[in-house]
T-cell receptor, first 111, second 118 residues
Framework: QQQVKQSPQSLIVQKGGISIINCAYE??????FPWYQQFPGKGPALLIA?????SEKKEGRFTISFNKSAKQFSLHIMDSQPGDSATYFC??????????FGQGTELSVKP | GAGVSQTPSNKVTEKGKYVELRCDPI?????LYWYRQSLGQGPEFLIY????????DSGLPNDRFFAVRPEGSVSTLKIQRTERGDSAVYLC????????????????FGPGTRLTVL
């Protein structure tokens, strides 16, 4: 019940395209859903996060879509750029608690 | 302002040895978290502190792992009798507080310590 499942494992997108990464969770007590971006040799950095009281949150080129009834949420990266090439992790938690991370998606944006 | 710092950045040790990994959180952050990340995997929770006390240590894999935060700031993760399976990147994160809201609860990660057990 603590798992967060993330797909796809890897993703190749052309520059300017849309990158979509999906996650599903099981524990209905989770109330905080962040996405982290990680570059090789670096720690994860928060990209964007959402609470379950809204269905969508947008920050610049990054959008989270949240479906509470399906227990799914996704990250959309619009106008993907080569600099977006990184590993992306979804996570879930009770606010302030331990983060349960997905397995990660390695995104490659081709010029 | 400085972010979360971790030392050493790399640690190579032999099986059976004792290691200590240090985390300096962002100044003023009361909550501190330790995670472990194996190659190609997402970080896995180990333990978190609110102030000096361990609020949740349910992720520590066994009694060879121990963490302290004696003054509510710097934390040390201690691993006894290291095994090859302990090889991973150990990540530390801190947040301003815990359980009060998404702004204050954002976890900021350090660069990690890469532990290699030979």
């Amino acid at each position: 019940q603590q798992q967060v499942k993330q797909s796809p494992q890897s993703l190749i997108v052309q520059k300017g395209g849309i990158s979509i990464i999906n996650c599903a969770y099981e524990n209905t007590a989770f109330d905080y859903f962040p996405w982290y971006q990680q570059f090789p040799g670096k720690g994860p950095a928060l990209l964007i996060a959402i609470r379950p009281d809204v269905s969508e949150k947008k920050e610049g080129r990054f959008t989270i879509s949240f479906n509470k009834s399906a227990k799914q949420f996704s990250l959309h990266i619009m106008d993907s750029q080569p600099g977006d090439s990184a590993t992306y992790f979804c996570a879930a938690s009770k606010l302030g608690g331990k983060l349960i991370f997905g397995q990660g998606t390695e995104l490659s944006v081709k010029p | 302002g400085a972010g979360v710092s971790q030392t050493p950045s790399n640690k190579v040790t032999e099986k059976g040895k004792y290691v200590e990994l240090r985390c300096d959180p962002i100044s003023g952050h009361t909550a501190l978290y330790w995670y472990r990340q194996s190659l190609g995997q997402g970080p896995e929770f180990l333990i978190y502190f609110q102030g000096t006390g361990a609020a949740d240590d349910s992720g520590l894999p066994n009694d060879r792992f121990f963490a302290v935060r004696p003054e509510g700031s710097v934390s040390t993760l201690k691993i006894q009798r290291t095994e090859r399976g302990d090889s991973a990147v150990y990540l530390c994160a801190s947040s301003l507080t815990m359980g009060e809201g998404p702004f204050t609860d954002t976890q900021y990660f350090g660069p990690g310590t890469r532990l290699t057990v030979l």
